[in-house]
């Protein structure tokens, strides 16, 4: 996984300005998680690290859609993008999906639409799930009782 410290100090040694502001904006996001009322001392978990670079890369895509693709900060914000995309574990697509789902709904025990909470809740615990595509499958086979 991502080691932030030593992320940030080889974008300063390359002088990489993009890969720089990247990584202490995950930096910061990082402190703010760990600050939040009730945590104690606990450290991050993978998934919550995966969670706020997602959150990161989101912010990011979403301040594009907002800027001229000529513009400086819509090409910084790529290859931020790119660079913390990297960090994240590969989404499952077709077959793998599939089974996933499948095996997700046979582990919980659903019979059908109203157990969609359970079969979601089991998917929240794979990495590199696609929760949105996860969720149209889901709900396609529960609606059939499979």
């Not at 995950?26 to 690290?49: H, M």
């Not at 859609?65 to 995309?85: G, S, T, V």
Request: glycine content about 8%.
């Amino acid at each position: 996984m991502l080691d932030i410290d030593t992320a940030i100090r080889e974008a300063m040694k390359a002088k990489d300005h993009p890969a720089l502001i990247g990584f202490r904006s995950v930096k910061a996001k990082i402190g703010t998680k760990l600050t939040e009322a009730g945590r104690g001392d606990k450290p991050l978990t993978d998934q919550e690290l995966e969670a706020l670079i997602a959150r990161e890369i989101k912010e990011r895509q979403e301040s594009n859609e907002y800027l001229a693709p000529e513009r400086d900060e819509h090409k910084e914000n790529a290859r931020i993008i790119a660079l913390l995309e990297a960090y994240l574990p590969e989404k499952l697509g077709g077959e793998a999906l599939e089974a996933v789902v499948r095996k997700a709904i046979a582990d919980s025990g659903a019979a059908g639409p109203q157990d969609m909470g359970k079969v979601m809740g089991a998917l929240r615990q794979v990495p590199g799930v696609d929760m949105g595509a996860a969720s149209a499958r889901v709900k396609a086979l529960l609606a059939k009782g499979e």
